[in-house]
């Protein structure tokens, strides 16, 4: 195995110096939140407003994230129901994505939060329960200074093509391709 040099390049120039960022987070592997969270809480540090909304996880579930960040002063908006493959009435699960896009949208333009985080949103894009477009659209002209970041697998071109920043987590292994399920204080 090499090393990579211990040179660190000097970056070129900015185009031009934004005011807001939109960082992207996808691909197959295990960490895609996680990093969303670490941005939240270097955002708090900085006493950022922020505003997470997870298009995933609905009320039944409890996340170390969740109960941390809210006592920080988080606002935490949890519109999914469930994983959708377990969904009882996919046409609820439809409803519910695009009410949540709805509050998403709002916390975008509203000028309020200085981070808002779109957890696992390329599910409902992937579902076609909100129009890429659309999402495109609201965060491309979103409030001045509101950074972005963005979370979810199979994120669409368009998604990625409007991201300063794209990390894709590529998975090599993982406790569930043994039969090891999620577990308190690691995964959630």
Same mark, same amino acid.
């Given at each position: +195995?090499s090393?990579?040099?211990s $040179?660190?390049?000097?970056?070129?120039?900015?185009?031009e110096?934004?005011?807001?960022?939109?960082?992207?987070?996808?691909?197959?592997? =295990?960490? =895609?939140?996680t @990093?969303?969270?670490? $941005?939240?809480?270097? @955002? %708090?540090?900085?006493? *950022?407003?922020?505003?997470?909304?997870q298009f995933l =996880?609905?009320?039944? *579930?409890? !996340?170390?994230?969740?109960?941390?960040? /809210?006592?920080?002063?988080? !606002? *935490?908006?949890?519109?999914?129901d469930?994983? &959708?493959?377990d969904?009882?009435? %996919?046409?609820k699960s439809?409803? /519910?994505?695009? @009410? !949540?896009w #709805?509050l998403?949208a709002?916390?975008?333009?509203?000028?309020?939060?200085? %981070?808002?985080v779109?957890?696992?949103?390329?599910?409902?894009?992937?579902?076609r *329960?909100?129009?890429?477009?659309? $999402?495109?659209e609201?965060?491309?002209? /979103?409030?001045?200074g509101?950074?972005?970041?963005? &979370?979810?697998r199979?994120?669409p071109q368009?998604?990625?093509?409007? #991201?300063?920043?794209?990390?894709e +987590?590529?998975k090599?292994?993982?406790p %569930?391709? /043994?039969?090891?399920?999620a577990? @308190?204080?690691?995964?959630?």
């Amino acid at each position: +195995m090499s090393r990579e040099s211990s $040179v660190v390049p000097t970056p070129p120039a900015p185009q031009e110096d934004p005011d807001s960022l939109v960082l992207l987070n996808t691909g197959d592997g =295990k960490g =895609k939140s996680t @990093a969303a969270f670490g $941005v939240v809480v270097r @955002a %708090l540090a900085q006493e *950022w407003p922020v505003c997470v909304v997870q298009f995933l =996880k609905s009320d039944g *579930w409890k !996340t170390g994230e969740e109960v941390i960040c /809210r006592r920080l002063g988080v !606002t *935490w908006v949890k519109g999914g129901d469930g994983f &959708t493959w377990d969904s009882p009435d %996919l046409h609820k699960s439809h409803a /519910r994505a695009r @009410a !949540t896009w #709805a509050l998403a949208a709002d916390a975008l333009s509203s000028g309020t939060y200085r %981070l808002v985080v779109l957890d696992e949103i390329t599910l409902p894009l992937a579902f076609r *329960w909100l129009e890429v477009g659309e $999402v495109v659209e609201a965060i491309r002209k /979103r409030s001045s200074g509101v950074n972005v970041v963005a &979370t979810g697998r199979r994120a669409p071109q368009a998604l990625i093509d409007i #991201a300063d920043t794209v990390t894709e +987590m590529v998975k090599i292994r993982h406790p %569930l391709d /043994r039969g090891i399920y999620a577990r @308190a204080g690691i995964d959630f």
